[in-house]
């Protein structure tokens, strides 16, 4: 902490994201079945508030947007705290315009249709309720889609099968630049070694381009290439 | 830490629970859906693993069996981690026989029929999926009616409407002693300032001999007070 504040002071480096507002999401959402239960995706919420931090720390003014975590607020970036993709759709969207946006969220694709007011109890001879599911908004596609896009949209998408192939579809129908798949099947697995929960992730990099692929590394050396890739790309647009 | 070891070593006072085994259990289960969702309740694990830290305190040697939460370890207080009602259903079981058991953990009701073992895929065309849920173990009856029934069982109910109703009919047919039902509805609230997930709770105790109400008080107050009342409790009964 202590010697991150002197490097910073210290840095006369030039800062390639100075002035540079760049939203980005990171977490689950959990939507509310009744008062007491919720359904959430698995996000641990690293591999964004990783990204957000090298961010910032190439001088870009970021707004972190992040669902319920169980990590602190990095230092240097405006946290906003959600919990339902209702609600951090509507706070994305008020932090329009931006230059550059990178959705890392793992949000729920559904809520329940009824998030009953009360308690939801078993009753006797009846069986367990049947949960309907109704489709949350696509923030991903709302802002790629946006009057007010943002010059670069990054999408993160997290696949178990066919994983290249439905980064690419995702990038036509999203309005992305980049989709940044992580491939979450049963090799790289879930838990504290997996890339959900864990400290390591791999993952490739799908644009119009073509398909780059990154080795192994920690969240947080994926997060500083992430934001020198982003760092490039502005660079090359006239702000 | 220091000040309470210290005060460990110079307590010489007796040990009102020394030999007495007490499982407790804290904090919420996670239902997998398929591998990135699932359906939690809401709990911080606060009240549980104050409790367990209380009964310990008393000489008990607690065994905390405990859902996924964010908060530590109680000191000692031997901990078992699992993640689902089953996972905790026999974790519990296992420990048998003890001489209490005190049943805090907000345990899932139900689970996904299909726990799907690919990401659920949004398919054009077609709607959210509908999720049909299957009952869950019932942790607390299962233990009630045991036959290696602890002398004490105490279970919790968070009810948001017809409280000591409800409260009343589980103790029946749960085949425990005690339910401390708290109150979860609008007034107490969900979130950092309400029962779950705040650091406050408001109680009653509901045994055959009728309701007693306990004030608003710290959810640490709640345990030492609950911890009192099983070691009185377990005074009375043949060892």
New interface residues.
């Given amino acids: 902490e202590i010697v991150a504040a002197i490097e910073a002071l210290l840095d006369v480096s030039p800062k390639p994201l100075s002035g540079r507002r760049i939203i980005v999401t990171s977490g689950p959402t ?1 939507e509310p ?1 009744d ?8 996000s641990s919420g690293k591999q964004g508030h990783a990204i957000a931090a090298a961010l910032a720390r190439l001088g870009a003014d970021v707004r972190l947007v992040s669902g319920p975590v ?1 990590i602190a607020d990095p230092a240097g970036v405006k946290t906003i705290h959600v919990e339902r993709a209702q609600e951090m759709r509507d706070a994305v969207e008020q932090l329009l315009p931006a230059d550059a946006a990178v959705f890392v969220a ?1 949000v ?3 809520r329940s249709e009824n998030s009953a007011g ?2 939801i ?2 009753v006797a001879g009846e ?9 949350n908004p696509d923030i991903l596609a709302g802002v790629g889609h946006h009057s007010q896009r943002p010059g670069l949209v990054i999408g993160f998408a ?4 066919d994983l290249l192939r ?1 980064a690419e579809a995702k990038l036509r129908k999203k309005g992305a630049d980049f989709i940044v798949a992580n491939d ?1 099947s049963h090799e790289s697995g ?1 838990g504290p070694s997996g890339v ?1 929960g864990g400290d390591r992730n791999r993952v490739r990099i799908v644009s119009k381009a073509g398909v780059e692929e990154w080795p192994e590394m920690s969240k947080d050396e994926v997060a500083a290439r992430l934001a020198a890739l982003i760092a490039e790309r502005l660079k090359t647009t006239v702000v």
């Fill in positions: 959990h079945i008062p007491v239960r919720y359904i959430a995706n698995r169980g793992a729920a694709d559904w009360e308690k109890k078993k069986g367990p309720p049947v949960l309907r599911m109704v489709e997290a696949e178990t099968q439905n979450v879930i959900m």
